[in-house]
């Protein structure tokens, strides 16, 4: 058993129990309670100080094959009763699904090794406010950063706690510690801006405020001045802040319901090569201090992990109770997505990627949201600065990226400078031939 608020369990019990009374045939109860303080700055001054604690409760009544769900953040007792009641009089007259049901009993979370996700360190806000002016003072030593877009730092304490009718309860807790610094740039008129961001489970594993001023002033810096390039065909390099979210577009294809409804470009592609054999994708939730780790998903399931993608392969779907019922396979505890989701370490260093073409487009910013799961196609606005035998030239600004995922998935070679900074993350990634539209 996990560490939870025993009296905001009880009230999980209770619910479950009046349910039951009601009529309900299976329950489920997921109750949350966040605390967080938030500190924002701007030009070397405290601007807004917020303390905020939510506390929220969602309950689900199955009726036999009847389902319905409910939610709210009054835990009085009268309004859960209330509650409780409109959820079973709506759940009596929702449509039959003969998938609904909770997961099978073997399913559910057992044991786990130690996952250390919560800090009970408290940072005064005098402490905050240090952090911050540290970070923007760093930032304006630069004489080419003359603003800033405002600076923050929050830290959160979450408490999870669920449980259901077929036995299982349980729950812990995490901790977030997060950091940020955007900063303006300025020469000869033209003005650009760029950040920096750092988020841990922790608060020693942070970025130091040095580190993040210094680096939010750097990037903000090396946007000065850009150009507009010709139109043509590309060895571009995304820097690791953008190439994770080509695991967003991985993941969203490869979810239960989109494979079910086949609405994703993978919908055929289960024990087929989609990448280059080089190309691994993990999905682990046992990172100790991983910004995605957890004990177990939102129905309780113990999370295994998942080799996705291995030598260029895709193994698995995300797979959750209901889309698992619908496509004949067993959930791996994927209901609420995945954990800590990474393309593993390429084999070579990023200076050997930018020394692979003459010329290549390094981009450091994408605009817009321009995917088609469906089809693949994918189309963003970007920005970034153009490499010239293997050296940082100058920035590049209005420009589109063009190309099709089932395309791009294969030529992806991946650099080995991988670092957890998020619950997604990748190598800085390169892929040849993309379509870069100009001027």
Not at 308 to 334: A, C
Request: net charge neutral.
């Amino acid at each position: 058993m996990l560490e939870y608020n025993n009296n905001l369990g009880d009230i999980v019990d209770q619910c479950i129990s009046k349910a039951k009374q009601s009529g309900a045939t299976d329950v489920e109860v997921a109750l949350i309670k966040n605390t967080s303080e938030t500190v924002s700055f701007r030009n070397k001054k405290l601007d807004e100080s917020d303390r905020a604690e939510n506390i929220g409760l969602s309950l689900t009544a199955y009726i036999n094959k009847k389902k319905t769900s409910v939610s709210s953040s009054n835990l009085n007792k009268e309004n859960l009763e209330k509650l409780i009641g409109r959820c079973i009089d709506a759940a009596k007259i929702t449509p039959d699904d003969d998938f609904n049901s909770l997961p099978d009993k073997e399913l559910f979370f057992k044991s786990s090794k130690e996952l250390d996700l919560l800090d009970d360190t408290h940072i005064e806000n005098s402490k905050k406010i240090e952090y911050l002016k540290e970070a923007e003072e760093v930032a304006f030593k630069n004489p080419e950063i003359v603003n800033t877009n405002g600076s923050s730092f929050s830290e959160s304490k979450t408490e999870v706690i669920l449980g259901n009718s077929k036995g299982f309860k349980n729950g812990y807790k995490t901790s977030n510690f997060t950091a940020y610094c955007e900063v303006v740039s300025k020469s000869n008129g033209n003005m650009e801006r760029d950040y920096e961001y750092t988020s841990k489970r922790h608060f020693e594993n942070l970025l130091k405020p040095v580190e993040l001023g210094s680096n939010a002033a750097n990037f903000a810096i090396r946007k000065l001045k850009p150009q507009k390039i010709n139109s043509g065909k590309f060895t571009v390099i995304f820097d690791k802040r953008i190439a994770k979210n080509f695991l967003n577009y991985f993941s969203n294809a490869i979810t239960g319901s989109s494979i079910y409804r086949g609405t994703s470009f993978l919908k055929d592609k289960l024990n087929k090569k989609i990448f280059s054999e080089n190309i691994n994708i993990i999905d682990r939730s046992d990172i100790e201090r991983g910004n995605g780790s957890k004990y177990f998903d939102n129905e309780g399931v113990q999370i295994q992990n998942l080799s996705l993608v291995k030598k260029g392969v895709l193994n698995d779907y995300l797979i959750d109770t209901y889309y698992g019922r619908k496509l004949n396979l067993s959930s791996n505890g994927r209901s609420g997505g995945t954990t800590n989701l990474y393309f593993e370490n390429g084999d070579r260093n990023l200076k050997d990627l930018m020394n692979s073409n003459k010329k290549i487009f390094y981009i450091t910013e994408t605009i817009g949201h321009g995917t088609n799961i469906v089809t693949g196609d994918y189309s963003v606005g970007a920005a970034g600065v153009m490499i010239e035998n293997g050296e940082f030239t100058y920035p590049v600004s209005e420009v589109t990226i063009a190309g099709n995922l089932n395309d791009m998935f294969k030529r992806i070679v991946l650099a080995n400078d991988l670092q957890f900074n998020y619950s997604i993350n990748s190598p800085s990634m390169l892929i040849e031939d993309m379509t870069v539209a100009g001027k």
